[in-house]
């Protein structure tokens, strides 16, 4: 029996719903929507199991949520984050086949960056144990919509496009797709990516800020003719691109990187040409995906890290209490996660 501390270190949330803006997930000081503080280690309710983290990593979607705008409200003097590694403790009734098991989790209600964490038993993954808990900590979010998305490509045609290709996220896609014999366009912002994201998987890789970017896509797309814009950045750029699809092309938004607003200019390719925009959100696809397949995919992805196929590449590692003087110069550095650690 584990005998538990009565509080716990957490970086908690210092504001209340919704902001109502748009501002993207970067951050000035992490001090201006986040503080330090010594919280009761929590107790596992029905369904539910008390994790001992071991890794959480920072994603956008925790900025977002921290500054009130994603897709759920902030709870102030609850701890942050969404999603990490660590060993089930303790268990409330009918969890308890979790007990002493390392998971992956998403505590869904937010709560990841604290020593102890509380989520539903169904957000958890028993990890293999060829899997580090760096990759474990990174295996729900970004691997699942991976898979998910691609999936949607893949019915769609041969070649698709995938914006910030250089985050954790495109770099999975891209990799997936070339091994399902598919051909990602990837667009990156930074030209000293361009090899790395070809080595990843891309067939084809754009620099967004070539002057020439237009011309070059819509050649691509002739060519190659992408039926699904996975897109994470969603600016004005992503607009012109989508414009420049064929018939049939599907802007799937999934991530708001870009904090300016596109507009639309070309609303007759809606019409006439049976262009759609949509969004994807994971926790919509684990709501209305049959948890049999869920589970395939699952399998499917901790064989992909079990095998090197797949990994986290990480750009910093702090510990729980360097996580405010220090995660908004973390989160400048590109190409790898930050990863948080008790
Ligand atoms: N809808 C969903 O269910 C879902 C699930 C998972 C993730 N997401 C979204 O997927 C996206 C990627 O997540 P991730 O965890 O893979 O990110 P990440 O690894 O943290 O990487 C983000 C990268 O995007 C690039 N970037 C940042 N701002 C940008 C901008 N304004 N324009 C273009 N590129 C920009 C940067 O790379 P460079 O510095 O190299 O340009 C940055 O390193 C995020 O938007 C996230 O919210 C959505």
Not at 259 to 288: A, V
């Amino acid at each position: 029996m584990t005998t538990l501390p009565a509080t716990m270190f957490a970086i908690v949330q210092t504001h209340d719903g919704y902001s109502g803006a748009a501002t993207g997930p970067a951050l000035a000081d992490a001090a201006d929507w986040l503080a330090e503080a010594e919280l009761p280690v929590p107790a596992p309710g029905p369904g539910q199991v008390l994790i001992r983290l071991r890794a959480a990593t920072v994603n956008p979607s925790d900025i977002h949520f921290v500054k009130g705008e994603y897709g759920q409200p902030r709870v102030k003097g609850a701890a942050a984050g969404f999603e990490g590694c660590g060993d089930v403790i303790a268990t409330g009734s009918g969890a308890e086949a979790l007990q002493d098991q390392r998971v992956a989790f998403v505590a869904a209600g937010a709560g990841a960056w604290a020593e102890y964490v509380v989520t539903q038993a169904q957000m958890c993954i028993p990890l293999r144990s060829d899997i580090s808990d760096e990759d474990g900590a990174a295996q729900i979010v970004n691997p699942l919509t991976a898979m998910a998305m691609v999936d949607i490509a893949r019915e769609a045609g041969d070649a698709f496009v995938v914006s910030a290709a250089t985050s954790q996220l495109g770099k999975l896609m891209c990799s997936l797709g070339r091994d399902l014999g598919l051909k990602p366009i990837a667009l990156v912002r930074r030209a000293e990516a361009v090899e790395s994201l070809k080595q990843v998987g891309a067939a084809e890789v754009l620099v967004t800020g070539d002057p020439k970017i237009t011309q070059q896509f819509a050649a691509i797309s002739t060519a190659l003719k992408p039926r699904v814009f996975l897109d994470a950045v969603a600016d004005q750029l992503s607009e012109q691109l989508f414009c420049a699809m064929p018939n049939g092309a599907r802007w799937v938004c999934y991530g708001k990187l870009s904090s300016d607003l596109p507009r639309l200019t070309q609303m007759g390719q809606l019409i006439f040409m049976r262009k759609r925009i949509e969004g994807f959100w994971l926790t919509r696809w684990m709501m209305d995906t049959p948890l049999a397949d869920q589970m395939r995919v699952i399998a499917e992805v901790q064989a992909r890290f079990a095998d090197g196929r797949w990994k986290t590449d990480i750009s910093e590692r702090l510990a729980l209490r360097d996580v405010l003087p220090n995660l908004a110069s973390a989160l400048k550095k590109s190409d790898g996660k930050v990863i948080i650690t008790p």
